[in-house]
């Protein structure tokens, strides 16, 4: 046995919302405001301010597509029918609607609507129905509201077209007086009309005393090169014999002679003889016989020369009455000597030229090693072993001035924040001069380390001066 459906009875007074909808003054028809409501969220809202048919289905031609395969493709849920808005349903949708009658259930409305030729049921809606409708898992949210505003046409504004003419001059040169008024004042405070005059002698003179104040740069290194010299041997000179003067006048008489006083006759020839021989001595002292190689050889002067000439017919006839030794020969102390010996002999020859070389002096080197005894510094070892050019060339340069120096200099950095070096301090030992602890330390002055961990760090440094 089948219970008859209860139905709803109407409500004799309308809702809150309803009361208000009524009061609002009606400025035309009123048009369809739907809300798409799934799983509890609303998903889309949409004011048909065109009174027109709303479509629901899969299609993408309908207003509201739904993935629903058991509705029709196009099904209009609310159709306009002779200027009135009517709902269609089927059997399979559900929901409420609230009439002028009450709120009643579709299922109950079913006999009160109309059925099309489609099998749908078409219900009349007036202006003040609302309600909902669930097809599958959504649900349409429906009521009738006023139309919105039509939103007017932009315009511009009355200035503008009204041009120059409706310019309010007042206003506008009251606001270009103020903002010049600003921007003076803007000016005044940044420009440099209050500042100090500054003394710019004294800013050059400042200036100059910073650029003494710096320390000079580390030597450059400088190639020691071999220059070699050609010399020219010097000509060496032969001594040479001095042609011997004969004294004229008178000469004492031989011992077989009578004794007395010669004649002029006599005289005149003699000197005459004395003449010939000095020419002869002088063949025989020339370049290419014995005399000269024996005064270059020995220091010893022959005069066998002299005892031949002498024995010869152009000198004085005497027979060898000249012999100024026994069997010729040179002039020895104690020794008689004779001129038998002369021979023939060559002149020396001139020297060549050769190469002179420049005696090149010790070489320097530096020894380098470093320790990290305060703080942290990562790279203290390369930046120290990069240092070690600049350190040899500082010993170089002093050995070059005196080889004897060598000893060792301990070096100890202090690093700042942020790696740069913010004191050198040295300690030298050995007999290195003040210049190359001074360079050596600037060399270090001049050094990058990285950031220490610790804000900052001390760095240890020997440097070792060797000779090469």
């Known amino acids: 046995m ?14 809150q919302m309803t009361a208000v909808m009524r009061a609002v003054a009606s400025t035309g028809p009123k048009v369809l405001r739907i809300g798409l409501v799934r799983g509890g969220r609303v998903l889309e809202e949409r004011v048909i301010k065109q009174r027109t048919d709303v479509t629901i289905g899969p299609s993408e031609k309908s207003m509201f597509v739904l993935a629903d395969r058991s509705l029709p493709s196009g099904f209009k849920l609310f159709e ?43 219900l009349r809606l007036t202006e003040d129905s609302r309600g909902k409708i669930v097809v599958g898992d959504t649900t349409f949210l429906f009521q009738f509201v006023a139309p919105p505003p039509v939103q007017p046409k932009p315009q511009l504004p009355v200035a503008v077209l009204r041009g120059a003419t409706g310019i309010d001059w007042r206003t506008t040169i009251i606001a270009a007086f103020a903002f010049l008024a600003h921007f003076l004042a803007i000016g005044a405070m940044y420009s440099d009309w209050l500042d100090p005059i500054v003394d710019e002698e004294l800013s050059l003179a400042g200036l100059v005393d910073t650029f003494d104040k710096l320390p000079p740069p580390p030597p450059i290194e400088e190639k020691v090169e071999e220059v070699t010299e050609t010399a020219t041997e010097a000509k060496e000179e032969a001594p040479t014999t001095p042609r011997p003067t004969p004294s004229k006048g ?66 004085v006839g005497v027979g060898g009455g000249l012999k100024l030794g026994s069997g010729g020969g040179a002039i020895r102390p104690g020794q008689g000597t004779g001129l038998g010996s002369i021979g023939t002999t060559g002149k020396g020859t001139e020297g060549g030229t050769g190469t002179v070389q420049e005696v090149k002096g010790p070489t320097g080197n530096a020894q380098v090693s470093s320790s990290v005894t305060v703080g942290t510094v990562s790279n203290a070892q390369s930046v120290i072993a990069g240092m070690r050019a600049g350190f040899r060339r500082c010993y170089q340069q002093a050995l070059n001035q005196n080889p004897d120096i060598q000893g060792s200099i301990k070096l100890t950095i202090r690093v700042g924040p942020g790696g740069e070096v913010s004191g050198v301090s040295a300690t030298p030992s050995g007999n290195l001069p003040p210049s190359v602890v001074a360079c050596v330390e600037a060399r270090a002055r001049a050094g990058q380390f990285a950031p220490p961990d610790g804000g900052s760090a001390v760095v240890q440094a020997p440097v070792t001066f060797v000779k090469q």
């Open 2 to 15: 089948t219970q008859p459906q209860q139905q709803v009875q109407p409500q004799s007074r309308p809702g």
């Open 80 to 122: 306009l029918v002779q200027g009135e808005y009517v709902l269609n349903f089927l059997e399979e949708m559900s929901g409420r609607v609230a009439l002028p009658t009450g709120i009643s259930e579709l299922q109950v409305l079913k006999g009160q609507a109309r059925r099309t030729d489609e099998g749908a049921y078409q």
């Open 250 to 315: 008178k000469t004492a008489p031989d011992k077989g002679s009578s004794g007395g006083s010669m004649s002029s006759a006599e005289v005149a020839a003699l000197s005459n003889e004395l003449d010939q021989l000095s020419m002869l001595t002088l063949g025989a002292l020339a370049s290419t016989g014995p005399a000269t190689a024996g005064v270059l050889q020995g220091g010893d002067v022959p005069t066998g020369a002299l005892d031949a000439a002498a024995a010869s017919n152009a000198g």
